[in-house]
């Protein structure tokens, strides 16, 4: 789960190397990941092939992709999270109370302002429901309990009674986050091991536990 797609992809100017698809844009790196932890040797361009690859990934493997920001305005047109205004969040909670067997979300961030893992809170609390920390170590785990459809109507389709939901908060795929990868502890011991190791590789030995 992650926010909000760049405004190009609103647009439809987009770059040579993006692709018009979910984390489609060239500077969002979780395809790279994924591309690298899978060896699927993905296109990226705008090309119909590219999508079609993403797509087949993810139905292999049962994975959902969804933005939980439904709509924004933005003063300044950019890719800032913290730019956006008169924000409307996707209804999270009806999807998995329409999808019984989610079990997991990954945020691609952790919970600075705006981020998905931010945003996914304030949509809970809105429903007074919140995250339980399970894990503090990165990327931090969190969990939460769905009451039964007795309890809270969130859409049509009734679920089990309490209903557990595991999140992971990944480190964001964004260049912005290589300044906080590098001040990790972890980071630093695996750099000292080995020179050559970077934020890059860093996001790959993260996310293929969970990819």
Known sequence: ????????FSTGDLLEKDVDFCYG?????????????????????????????????????KIGVCDIVESAEREKIDASDLGMKNIKLRNVLGYLQQYPNIDTILFTGGNSKNGPE??????????????KLVSNEVPRIHEFVIPSERDVRLSGVETPKNRKIKTVSLTSGSGAANISISRLPLYKQLKAKNPDFNTFDFRVMQYREFF
């Open 118 to 131: 931010y945003f996914f809170r304030k949509h809970l609390k809105e429903h007074g429901l919140k995250l």
């Open 1 to 8: 789960m992650g926010t909000l797609p760049p405004p190009r």
């Open 25 to 61: 844009s060239f500077y969002n790196s979780l395809w790279l990941f994924i591309d690298k932890i899978h060896n699927l040797n993905l296109r990226f361009d705008n090309s119909e092939e590219a999508v079609r690859q993403r797509k087949a990934f993810l139905i292999k493997h």
